[in-house]
């Protein structure tokens, strides 16, 4: 009997087990665009932890290979699955469990869309913080597995300081529980935060325990120019005194994409710096005082939502307006702040070197760098120098004391670059306890450091 056969006969007959090929091939990958993949035999449409509890005690017993997947938003591979496998698809677990708005926070399902539990809890004054751009259909499950980042994460932390606790199925079928509902927990070793950022490599995770804030006030808004993008990545950090709840840079490269495809008004400028404050409001003159410090050429604030929609319109339409001029690789490295500006020059000079376009955009406040290559659509040998380019800028951002990725993983694509900044013995540190938790290697294998 096959394993489809028998995972059927074990779940039962009502449960969604998907065979059809046809099917199948939308959940072999994510958004990363070179990461291998092939559809999985099954994918397993779980509504419960006990269905992927059954589902992962089958799987351990015949090594099988497991792949987890939330939404398949990912950009690094990391639910990219092989025909070996099964993936277990979080999608259908989308229920709000609880909000606790005395306590400030929320239990959910794995499978929820972040933004939808943000809206949820609107009406209560509170907010969910975590907000990568694809919140409005990244699952929270995915985010915490990520530990996936956003543009206010440089004043309220990325989704590893929200997450309080945790339900999870281990490889072997068992289900535990980690946390706490208590704000502070100091009681065991830290195995919640072993699964933030896990990537899917050493349980999957059901349901989550979440931290929610006071919702805060509507931002005020800030646009600064620059001569250049090194003299706007200095202010970057003179800023930070401010408490920005956004803090983001955007190139010439990037802002002349934007303006060939909807003018702004940015073409005479180097750089520019957006930066929000949802308090301190009335500090925006005193920021565009700074600013004059690095050579601003010309500042604008307001507070009014509508004008803060226009005001960011540049940042959002950046990595689009990318996207327009060709096939993209979107890399993701962060960085000490006070490199940044080293960081710009190295990636600009292997741009000329490789004669590839590259815009550089990200959040500069917490150091998190988007260099974005661009490459002719089915060029395949520009292609492959684009890939190697990435893994250039990679090496660069490590050559000055920054991480291969700030927020979007390792997956499958970084795997080999990470030996450049982690040690052997850490490596093996990491492997002895990937083996502790998943002792047969099927959640997830060749993913994140284990290759
Ligand atoms: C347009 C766009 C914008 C983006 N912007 C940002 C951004 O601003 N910040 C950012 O950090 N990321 C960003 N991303 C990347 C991506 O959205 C995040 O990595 C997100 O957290 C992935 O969530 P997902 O539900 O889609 O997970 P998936 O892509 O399905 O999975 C991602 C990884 O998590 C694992 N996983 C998923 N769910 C679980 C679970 N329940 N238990 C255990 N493991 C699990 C998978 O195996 C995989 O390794 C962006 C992506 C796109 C396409």
Redesign the pocket.
Known sequence: MSHALKLQELLGENISLITDPDITASYSH??APFASSAPPFAVLLARSAQEISIALKYANEHHIPV?????????AG??NSTDASLVIS?EKMNRIISIDEQNQIARVQ?GVINLDLDNAVKEHGLAYLPD???RDW??L???A??N???MCCVKYGVTAAHVRAMQVVLANGQVIELGSDTKKSVTTYDLLHLFVGS??TLG??TELTLNLEVRPQSPATLVATFPNINLAASASSALLKFRPSMLEIIDQTTLNAVEAWHPLGFEVSGAVLIMQLDENKDQCEAALEVCKEFKLIDGVFSDDPADTADLIRVRKMAYPALERMGATLLDDVALPISEIAHFVEKVEKLSQESGLVIGIFGHAGDGNMHPTIVHGHGDAKAAAKAIEVFEEIVRIAQSLGGTASG???I?LIKTKLIGNEISPTVIELQRDIKRVFDPNNIL?PG?KFLS
């Not at 792949?67 to 950009?75: E, K």
């Open positions: 994510d958004q792949v987890t997947r939330g939404a398949g938003s990912g950009l990391g639910a979080l794995a990568p751009a694809s990244s699952t499950g995915g985010n597995a990520t996936a980042g956003g990537e899917g999957v995770i927020e979007h993983g997956g997830n993913k």
